[in-house]
């Protein structure tokens, strides 16, 4: 699915070719057809898209599943009157099982909390390329937190981590805060490690207290205490100097191996007492590929560093102004290498050297100006 990244309509050859595995694995075939929709729509703002994920969150278990768990629960409260009634119950109850993951018109049946799980994720991960549907998709998610069943609510946590890593905005950072003593252990585990992506790399001073004050209050709780150290860790993540953003040129591009590493994390989590929280904690090194150095370091044709002054400032939206607007505000001079918090950006404040790149992140080399004149 990550391969999709955002290839919109040319993915439905992969989602036609997902129908092998009608036989093998019906109940999932659904979920992997969404997967791949939602990855192929990542970080393009789909409005319509984003509809159509909060259309599956909003349906409820359909009768049949009420219906089938009747069923069941008529089962078990009948008692066997002796053992060879069993025997004789056994082929019919095989071939109940064979029936079970289809419904009255011969379809595969879709695991509903899974299915919602993803379509919740989703909109985080289709939505976080912008800033307005980024605003949206906040408000979207404080009604399911507040309305959503507990696979809905579980997966929102893992959206806000998606659309905002190493980006932790206040708003979100109360709301996972609120839910990390949630009743419901996933949720509350999600949440705190939504958290750690959320200032992964950031030493952020609030996040970092409130994860302090975290382990103090699970100190008797070893998984939700592992998560808190997990994101303690992410939080201090390379003292600062790193960063798991996987947008760079100035948030124009999306880095596809490093949003995949992220989402394998994201995705592992919707099943997290069976991967995180037991044999596959592993799976958290799927992070490394995001991992990538937020300062701006400067070198000349030779590769040799070479310092210069640089202002680092707010970046301004200078989209469609006349003449040469001023592209930073509430700037401070620096002498490379420097850090870039996410919104800010540099400018060279010499004219003395020429940038080959024209977004100042990251590596860049240097030219001498043939016109300065000292």
Known sequence: AEYMGGLQEQSEASITALGSMRENAPRFLKVAELMVEVCAYACTGNVLQIQKLLHICSESATEEEK?????????????????SQEDGNKTGKDAKSKEKDKDKDGNAKVDVGLYQSVAAMGIGIIACGEDVGSEMALRTYGHL????ENHIRKAVALGFAMMSPSNPQLSILDTLSKFSHDSDAEVSANSILAMGILGSGTNNARLAAILRQLAQYYAK??????????????????????????????????????????????????????????????????????????????????????????????????????????????????????????????????????PVSPYLEGFVILEKNPHYES
Do not use: W
């Open 67 to 83: 219906e089938s768990q009747g069923e069941k629960a008529g089962e078990t409260g009948k008692g066997e009157s002796s053992g």
């Open 145 to 148: 937190l507040r309305y959503g």
């Open 221 to 354: 709780d070893p998984n939700n205490l592992f998560m808190t150290r997990i994101s303690q860790g992410l939080t201090h993540m390379g003292k600062g100097t790193v960063t798991i953003n996987p947008f760079h040129s100035e948030r124009i591009l999306c880095s596809n191996t490093a949003f995949g590493g992220l989402l394998a994390v994201m995705t592992s989590c919707l099943f997290v007492k069976e991967t995180i929280l037991s044999h596959a904690h592993y799976l958290l090194y799927s992070l490394a590929p995001a991992i990538q150095p937020r300062m701006l370091t400067t070198v000349d044709e030779n590769l040799d560093a070479l310092p210069v002054t640089v202002r680092v400032g707010q970046a301004v939206d200078v989209v469609g102004q006349a003449g040469k607007p001023k592209t930073i505000t509430g700037f401070q001079t620096h002498t490379t290498p420097v850090l870039l918090a996410i919104g800010e950006r540099a400018e060279l404040a010499t004219d003395e050297y020429i």
